[in-house]
């Protein structure tokens, strides 16, 4: 069994350790509570959006964020991962899918990277990335960013002729699930948006009940100059919604990780704790059998 001391100075270590984990999680929570707060005040504009669309459905089928006119098969990939670790499953979740994604769809890809474990991971593969906003961003996730970096993948997206976007991140279900996807984000089309709209406004959303035959706009000069207006807007606050899904489920997964560590260091902490009462009680009754031992040997002298 080892020294008590050296059992004791264990036990000392593992529960600073509990603390700066159980620090960890409490950030994790306030973080995560401050990204499904972003996730409800956005509802009501992407509703008032949603409408817009709705009503211009007629005229979206030759804007060039819907017509499907490069079938070259060169994609380009969003991958958003985080800039640490410490985050359970949540990296290797999406590298995971990523992977998966590969084996059944390979053709010639480039990628736009979000947090360094995606580019890190982008570059280990040996693939091209085409712009990386791992410096731009942090935990509290600004428009101003998210509006930059949606902007860049729809200028891609028209200029260098790709046939399809895909996002790879982690959909927030839930504090316990949080689900790896690959979502086809251009060009766009009504199932698509429709899916969307479904998992960030209302479970039970119907399509009929957005489109509002009362909305009916006079338009000055066209009404493709406004679906040219709006489409931008509403790809940008699709994006802006993926990232604080991915940003939720990070600190969710944080939350967890943490949690989880704290409650393994205490567990540890007590089965040391009674090491160390076994080891310190055998070093009280070795002292009191030498004291014991040593007053009998005094009395035969």
């Known amino acids: 069994m080892a020294n008590w001391k050296e059992i004791k100075r264990r ?14 999680e409490l950030i ?23 409408k817009v669309i709705m009503n211009l ?3 979206l089928s030759e804007n060039v964020f819907f ?3 490069n079938t070259s098969g060169k994609t380009l990939w969003v991958i958003i991962t985080s800039n640490k670790w410490l985050c359970w499953g ?25 947090w360094k474990r995606g580019s890190q991971f982008v570059a280990r593969t040996g693939n091209q990335i085409l712009a990386d ?25 028209i200029k260098e002729g790709y046939s399809k976007v895909v996002v790879f991140y982690n959909y927030y279900k839930n504090t316990i699930t949080q689900i790896p996807v690959a979502r086809d984000f251009l060009p766009l089309t009504d199932v698509s948006i429709e899916k969307y709209f479904e998992a960030t406004l209302w479970d039970d959303f119907k399509k009929s009940e957005n489109k509002d035959e009362s909305y009916k706009y006079t338009v000055e ?35 967890i990780a943490m949690k989880n560590a704290k409650d393994n260091a205490n567990k540890f902490a007590s089965k040391l704790q009674l090491q160390y009462n076994k080891a310190r009680q055998a070093a009280i009754t070795k002292e009191i059998s030498e ?9 035969d002298v």
């Open 28 to 50: 994790s929570t306030v973080k995560m509570k401050k990204a499904q707060d972003l996730a409800l005040e956005k509802k009501e504009y992407i509703n008032w959006i949603l």
């Open 133 to 157: 906003f791992s410096e731009n961003f942090t935990d509290n996730i600004d428009y101003h960013f998210s509006k930059s970096a949606s902007r860049l993948i729809s200028e891609k997206f």
């Open 67 to 69: 017509n499907e006119w």
């Open 90 to 114: 949540y990296n290797i979740n999406v590298m995971k899918k990523v992977n998966e994604y590969i084996k059944v769809n390979w053709n010639e890809i480039d990628f736009i990277t979000l």
């Open 291 to 299: 004291i014991v031992g040593w007053v009998e040997s005094m009395k």
């Open 57 to 59: 459905n007629d005229s």
């Open 11 to 24: 036990i000392g270590s593992i529960k600073n350790t509990a603390k700066i984990t159980k620090a960890m």
């Open 221 to 255: 000069p066209t009404v493709e100059e406004l679906v040219d207006e709006v489409l931008p807007m509403l790809i940008d606050s699709m994006f802006y919604d993926i990232l604080i899904e991915s940003k939720a489920s990070e600190h969710s997964s944080r939350m």
